[in-house]
């Protein structure tokens, strides 16, 4: 989606002649330009990842900017960790004086960029650096840079003007990247039989090697992952993650964990979630002598400072057929956590694993199977679809659904046999399940714009097969950003109907796109219904203001019905199955008024004054 946007602003953007105007507004403003967008996104990530003495610029206490887009550009906003400098970031919580500091930051960042991006552009807003200029400035004669003069009359004075300056070498590198485009040179040279400059693809914000756009985009060689960069971001978001599932659960370590893997994502990221795995249980991958990830090595418990923790790993239809050999890697690494000889509370792999091979009547290699996905040539649960139909009885149905598709194991002892069902063995894995979870690794996309991320998602499940009927924790690792932040999943559906479902500048940037934007409207509340149905995560507030927003203001109704009569009835028809399966508790006023106004919809589809 976010290329096909790059595609769409080739010809309008070549040139930053909006810029000014777009650096004056607010960063949670929806109506930067993308260069704009992109721009502060490098700017924040710069910060975090080689400036960590700098200030961060943000709107919002302890913040960091991220580029995400729907139909319009939007500005979403995560925590980042104090820093500590004399030019420190603040930790906002609630103290007034912390604020204030914040939003003094935030106004000096954003002049800064401004003045930057002004003195690189010309008088028709293109990029113009003027070698002289900047000659001048580098040896000390002429006038400073532009940010300079910003800086020096705040109370920032005192900034590493040496950082400074290496943070603005590199958006120098990424405004001219951003401008750069060459969609129509790329495709008139390909139509010529010519040779396209090959470039990998992804998500921009986290490579900037992706742009310019137009070239002949490849994704990675799969047995280079998981990279160094990736080993490192896992052991982070690992150590985030057990450190909130023992803040959550009275200082206990969780046993086992239910994780997903992406394909297309750990394209993206290098094999990040691959690597949260190996985190989990205590291996690290190694690399041979040409880069190939092929070994394994045992990290100490000693090393580890912790119990090797158990994983049930559920692997997207897309990962399975693209990255077999790290399936297989994966399955290596969980049954040489088996065998070793440790001590079971230091263990949780070795532990389970007899328990099951005791109960089952197995090996113990058997038991550790915990490399699942689908059977070869399917894809999805179909919990999905199923949903977005309103085509299930009950969340045993779609329980029943996960189970049957998903029990598919990779056994890296018989790597050419493929997915072999093993039901029995992946219901007793998900028995011992404490927590479940999954990665954002792209500000393109949410937990509620697509319906795969709930289509995955086993935490009812687990419920239900747990001897003690406990619900898991749920979390969400959001690696978007140079700081990954890990939150439960409640949180995270919460963060996302506020800034997307119920955000005036999102449902009114997709009601400015007609009749397609009222779908996007009625797919979002679906899949809230999704997660409501899987994980049971979705605060009745939700629909509630959902419900005011859409229903109750008259005006906004009339204006759902008249651009697509089709999907606002779908929408009226979901408040309504959200109520009837007891995800929301509506008024009898409420459902008096959705059944009324169905019946009005229905009318109007076929013609009826």
């Keep these: 989606m976010l290329f096909c ?13 909006n ?5 004056a507004r607010p960063f949670s403003s929806t109506h930067h330009c993308f260069p704009c967008c992109l721009l502060l996104c490098y700017f924040a990530h710069y910060f975090a990842a080689h400036c960590p003495s700098l200030f961060i610029c943000a709107q919002r206490p302890s913040a960091l900017v991220v580029l995400g887009y729907s139909a319009s550009c939007c500005i979403s906003f995560l925590p980042l960790p104090p820093c ?3 030019f420190n970031f603040p930790t906002v919580q609630g103290v007034l004086q912390d604020v204030e500091l914040n939003q003094r930051m935030t106004e000096v960042c954003r002049q800064a960029v401004r003045a930057f991006v002004e003195d690189r552009t010309d008088k028709d807003g293109r990029v113009s650096i003027k070698a002289l200029n900047k000659f001048a400035q580098m040896t000390g004669f002429g006038a400073p840079e532009p940010w300079v003069n910003v800086i020096k009359d705040t109370e920032f004075k005192k900034a590493n003007k040496d950082e400074l300056r290496s943070l603005f070498g590199y958006l120098e590198f990424c405004l001219t990247q951003v401008v750069k485009d060459n969609e129509l040179g790329a495709l008139e040279q390909a139509l010529k039989g010519g040779y396209v400059e090959p470039g990998p693809g992804g998500d921009p914000i986290r490579n900037p090697s992706v742009l310019p756009t137009g070239k002949n985009i490849h994704a990675l060689d799969p047995q280079s992952i998981p990279t160094q960069a990736a080993l490192k971001s896992a ?16 200082n206990a370590w ?4 239910a994780v997903v893997l992406w394909g297309t994502d750990n394209i993206k990221t ?5 690597a949260q795995v190996m985190c989990m249980v205590g291996i690290k991958p190694v690399p041979d002598a040409l880069g190939r990830v092929n070994k394994l090595e045992v990290i100490p418990l000693e090393e580890l400072g912790r119990p090797r923790v158990d994983v049930v790993v559920n692997c997207s239809g897309v990962f399975r057929d693209l990255f077999v050999n790290q399936m297989n890697l994966l399955d290596r690494a969980v049954k040489m956590a088996a065998e070793l000889d440790e001590p079971e509370d230091m263990n949780f792999v070795r532990k389970h694993a ?9 090996s113990m290699r058997q038991a550790a199977t915990r490399i699942f996905s689908n059977a070869s040539g399917s894809y999805s649960s179909n919990v999905n679809l199923a949903v977005e139909n309103s085509s299930w009885s009950d969340e045993q149905q779609l329980q029943e659904m996960y189970l049957s598709r998903k029990s598919f194991a990779f056994n890296s002892d018989r790597p050419g046999a493929g997915g072999e069902e093993q039901r029995e063995v992946f219901e007793s894995a998900l028995k011992s399940v404490d927590a479940t979870f999954q990665n954002l690794d792209s500000s393109e996309i949410s937990l509620t714009d697509v319906s795969h991320y709930f289509d995955s998602d086993p935490t009812k499940l687990v419920s239900g097969l747990r001897t003690d009927g406990k619900l898991p924790s749920s979390y969400i690792a959001d690696t978007t950003t140079a700081n990954a932040q890990v939150r439960s999943l409640g949180e995270t559906v919460r963060l996302d109907a506020r800034t997307k479902l119920l955000n005036p500048k999102w449902y009114e940037g997709m009601l400015n796109s007609g009749y397609e934007g009222v779908r996007e409207i009625q797919k979002r509340l679906t899949n809230t219904v999704g997660w409501s149905a899987t994980s049971g995560q979705v605060d009745n507030w939700v629909y509630d203001e959902a419900n005011t927003t ?7 109704q009339k204006r759902l019905m008249d651009m697509n009569p089709n999907s606002f009835r779908k929408l009226v028809a979901t408040f309504l199955e959200a109520n009837g399966r007891g995800y929301w508790e509506a008024t009898p006023d409420q459902i008096d008024r959705l059944r009324q106004l169905y019946m009005d919809v229905e009318d109007k589809i076929e013609g009826v004054d």
């Design 5 to 17: 946007f790059v595609l769409q602003v080739a010809a309008d953007h070549h040139s930053f002649s």
């Design 19 to 23: 810029c000014a105007a777009c650096l």
């Design 84 to 86: 500590h400098s004399p």
């Design 235 to 250: 052991r982070v978001v690992v150590e985030r993650l057990l450190e909130r599932q023992k803040l959550d659960n009275g």
């Design 254 to 257: 969780p046993e086992t964990i």
């Design 270 to 274: 290098y094999g990040e979630s691959l």
């Design 354 to 362: 007899r328990q099951q091979a005791e109960e089952m009547g197995i």
């Design 550 to 556: 859409f229903i109750d203001d008259d005006d906004m």
